[in-house]
T-cell receptor, first 112, second 115 residues
């Protein structure tokens, strides 16, 4: 399984765009890149998933360069409610292996 | 639609007592099932995962065990709790097959305090 490295914490202000980068140098050919958001005392919630290039949904964008050794989660115009821990998860999505290991996550603090 | 339930939501147990946390998933078949633990202020630690009935893979040793008696039921157990077992326990599931990628869904969590 590819190991992921993220910044431990980040600060931002309301209305700013936030970019959180995850390094996964030994990502495998079949691996997906998935991001989750976790609030205190809740389970992580899926945000976005991609394999290559750019993916966008209603809450975030995910940028993946051609070599796929890193990825960047972009949150447009954050609000106080975006204060949470963000996890990058890399794995092959195969149900045969099953194993999914989360990294340490990035604690995002949004200030007024 | 699929749902996941785990219980109890909170419990306080003395050191040396047994533990049983249960998790069930509805609306899917043959899901991958997971137990994670999160200590206060820490990341998610994978404890066990299962790709099918009776198939349990352990990521941690010591005094915890898991069982999958039915397709959509996952149970976390301990015969004798330690203080270090305190934490937030999360059950999760994933659709079988590569099309779901790494999309997993978590239950509400169970807070365990060992005293």
């Amino acid at each position: 399984l590819a190991k992921t490295t993220q910044p431990i914490s980040m600060d931002s202000y309301e209305g700013q765009e936030v970019n959180i980068t995850c390094s996964h140098n030994n990502i495998a050919t079949n691996d997906y890149i998935t991001w989750y958001q976790q609030f205190p005392s809740q389970g992580p919630r899926f945000i976005i998933q991609g394999y290559k290039t750019k993916v966008t949904n209603e809450v975030a964008s995910l940028f993946i360069p051609a070599d796929r050794k890193s990825s960047t989660l972009s949150l447009p115009r954050v609000s106080l409610s975006d204060t949470a821990v963000y996890y990058c998860l890399v794995g092959d999505g195969s149900s045969n292996t099953g194993k999914l290991i989360f990294g340490q996550g990035t604690t995002l603090q949004v200030k007024p | 639609s699929q749902t996941i339930h785990q219980w109890p939501a909170t419990l306080v147990q003395p050191v040396g007592s047994p533990l049983s946390l249960e998790c069930t998933v509805e609306g899917t078949s043959n899901p991958n099932l997971y137990w994670y633990r999160q200590a206060a202020g820490r990341g998610l630690q994978l404890l066990f995962y299962s790709v099918g009935i009776g198939q349990i893979s352990s990521e941690v040793p010591q005094n915890l065990s898991a069982s999958r008696p039915q397709d959509r039921q996952f149970i976390l157990s301990s015969k004798k709790l330690l203080l270090s077992d305190s934490g937030f326990y999360l059950c999760a599931w994933r659709e079988p097959g590569r099309s779901s990628g790494n999309t997993i869904y978590f239950g509400e969590g169970s807070w365990l305090t060992v005293v």
